[in-house]
């Protein structure tokens, strides 16, 4: 995993991938027009087949995708920092603790690369975010009161790569690891829950 990809690298092997090509295929083609497109939804993708037990169709996408290093764009980052912690879940027992080690290296490299003040900063968010003061559940809530059950599933899933970010990062001590395990699980069975009602392709990345 130490191998290094460009963004347009990662992405043609993802699309070249056997297991993921026909959940691939079924995507908008309104959110593949372009490589950053293909990326958030590619990134979107992988965290949903990961949420219903796809393994390995999620490990087609995240790991190439985790290969591709931080370069400055948080815009395109973000999406990279989620394949990171997806390929830390579902890789193969054999690749699991180097993928885990290659997850968190590669999230902490991105907080600590930039100058002195701006560092300083990330820093601070980094800990704000392990003490689980951004984690948002009140958009959860108003859509489980508005009955609006894919956007409710969309947000799980955000509030999801949250979770198994803290817990992948440790956690800290006023939100520890073993409170993020659980309520991460929670979230993946509200999720199988609204695939089983509405079904999974009326959901994001697909609908």
Request: charged letters at 30%; aromatic letters at 6%; zero cysteines.
């Amino acid at each position: 995993m130490n191998e290094t990809l460009t963004l347009q690298q990662a992405l043609a092997q993802v699309m070249e991938q056997a297991t993921a090509a026909d959940y691939i295929e079924r995507l908008p083609a309104r959110d593949m027009r372009n490589d950053r497109d293909k990326l958030q939804t590619l990134s979107e993708l992988g965290w949903l087949l990961y949420a219903q037990g796809e393994n390995t169709a999620a490990y087609e996408i995240a790991k190439p995708l985790s290969q591709v290093p931080f370069d400055g764009n948080y815009n395109r980052w973000t999406w990279l920092e989620h394949a990171n912690v997806l390929l830390a879940l579902v890789a193969p027992a054999e690749q699991a603790e180097e993928a885990r080690q290659h997850a968190i290296t590669a999230i902490e490299e991105a907080v600590r690369t930039g100058k002195k003040d701006i560092v300083q900063v990330k820093k601070q968010v980094h800990k704000r975010f392990l003490n689980g003061e951004t984690l948002d559940t009140d958009a959860i809530q108003r859509n489980v009161d508005e009955g609006n059950r894919t956007d409710e599933a969309a947000r799980r899933l955000i509030l999801l790569k949250s979770l198994r970010k803290i817990e992948l990062l440790g956690g800290s001590k006023a939100y520890p690891a073993e409170r993020a395990a659980q309520e991460a699980e929670e979230q993946i069975e509200a999720v199988r829950q609204i695939a089983a009602e509405v079904g999974r392709f009326k959901l994001s990345p697909f609908a």
